[in-house]
């Protein structure tokens, strides 16, 4: 919870903290209502993320938290590019039944954001305290978010089974028993760079597991060649027998079940 007093009125305006129910979707970037300051809404700046409203009358000013935030794109409710929505309807009918409210509308109220999707416009009483975070905070906090990137997750169980299809049947009620399960899986998380971590859920338990180092076909060549040189050194091996132990060790090396594995002999042929 804290504490605001705008410029104009002494009135202390309190922000409660964020209901965490699943209608109120968390604040992106790691952003806080501590980043948050009490503006007007005629002073919502395009791009300020709207948290939550304060009540326009007098007293306790209760929040009214703003379930998705949102980026303020600010405008009079004269020159809304909504092509008409519910809450411009009703602002309609509002100016239409009484005579002096016509040059009141504008001036009374101002829209945040028009109307998208299925969300009507956001028309709020232009002097109405609102909590915004200002846009400013909001790009710096967005800058310094680490990069998403690409993560594959693996599961995998042992079942014994009687055929493939079995397996697979026994994997997808299991997989299925997750939704309802207390104990979450262990996962294998591969990162950039072949880096695996194994998450157990259930315990926050990680493991990091580096990738095995691989070697290019000719790094192999290179390595096999240079040791047999050095060999040549002490017993004469002879050019053929040399170029035969090139040979037998990346033979040797195209075994998948190998320790030693090596990459890249694509374009390379045998
Ligand atoms: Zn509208
Ligand atoms: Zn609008």
């Given at each position: 919870?804290s504490?605001?007093?705008l410029?104009?009125?002494?009135?202390?305006?309190t922000?409660?903290?964020?209901p965490?129910g699943?209608?109120?979707?968390?604040?992106?970037?790691?952003?806080?209502?501590?980043?948050?300051?009490?503006?007007?809404?005629?002073?919502?700046?395009?791009?300020?993320?709207?948290?939550?409203?304060?009540?326009?009358?007098?007293?306790?000013h209760?929040?009214?938290?703003?379930?998705g935030?949102?980026?303020?794109?600010?405008?009079t409710?004269?020159d809304?590019?909504c092509?008409?929505?519910?809450?411009?309807?009703?602002?309609?009918?509002?100016?239409?039944?009484?005579?002096?409210?016509?040059?009141?509308?504008?001036?009374?109220?101002?829209?945040?954001?028009?109307?998208?999707?299925?969300e009507p416009?956001?028309i709020?009483?232009?002097?109405?305290?609102m909590?915004?975070?200002?846009?400013?905070v909001?790009?710096?906090?967005?800058?310094?978010?680490?990069?998403e990137?690409?993560y594959?997750?693996?599961?995998?169980?042992?079942?014994?089974?009687?055929?493939?299809?079995?397996?697979?049947?026994?994997?997808?009620?299991?997989?299925?028993?997750?939704?309802?399960?207390?104990?979450?899986?262990?996962?294998?998380v591969?990162?950039?760079?072949?880096r695996?971590?194994?998450?157990?859920?259930?315990?926050?338990?990680?493991?990091?597991?580096?990738?095995?180092?691989?070697?290019?076909r000719d790094?192999?060549?290179?390595a096999?060649?240079?040791?047999?040189?050095?060999?040549?050194?002490?017993?004469?091996?002879?050019d053929?027998?040399?170029s035969?132990?090139?040979?037998?060790?990346?033979?040797l090396?195209?075994?998948?079940?190998?320790?030693?594995?090596?990459?890249?002999?694509e374009?390379?042929?045998?």
């Open positions: 919870m504490c605001f007093t410029p104009d009125t002494p009135e202390p305006l922000l409660t903290d964020r965490s699943e209608d109120f979707s968390p604040l992106p970037h790691g952003l806080t209502l501590g980043d948050a300051v009490a503006v007007r809404a005629f002073q919502v700046q395009p791009g300020d993320l709207v948290v939550a409203m304060f009540s326009d009358g007098t007293g306790l209760p929040t009214e938290h703003v379930p935030p949102y980026p303020a794109d600010p405008h409710v004269s809304c590019p092509n008409g929505c519910e809450e411009c309807d009703d602002l309609d009918s509002w100016t239409s039944a009484g005579h002096g409210r016509v040059a009141d509308t504008g001036w009374r109220f101002a829209c945040l954001a028009p109307a998208e999707d299925d416009c956001v709020v009483l232009r002097n109405r305290p909590a915004v975070i200002p846009a400013a909001v790009a710096a906090a967005e800058a310094a978010e680490p990069p990137r690409m594959g997750v693996t599961w995998s169980v042992d079942f014994d089974a009687s055929s493939p299809e079995e397996a697979a049947r026994l994997a997808h009620e299991q997989l299925k028993s997750y939704a309802t399960d207390s104990l979450p899986p262990v996962l294998e591969r990162g950039q760079g072949g695996t971590t194994v998450i157990d859920l259930s315990n926050g338990e990680q493991t990091t597991i580096e990738p095995s180092p691989t070697y290019t790094q192999v060549r290179q096999a060649s240079a040791a047999l040189a050095r060999l040549h050194e002490f017993v004469d091996l002879g053929e027998l040399q035969l132990g090139v040979g037998a060790l990346l033979s090396l195209d075994d998948p079940h190998s320790s030693y594995p090596y990459t890249g002999d374009e390379e042929g045998r």
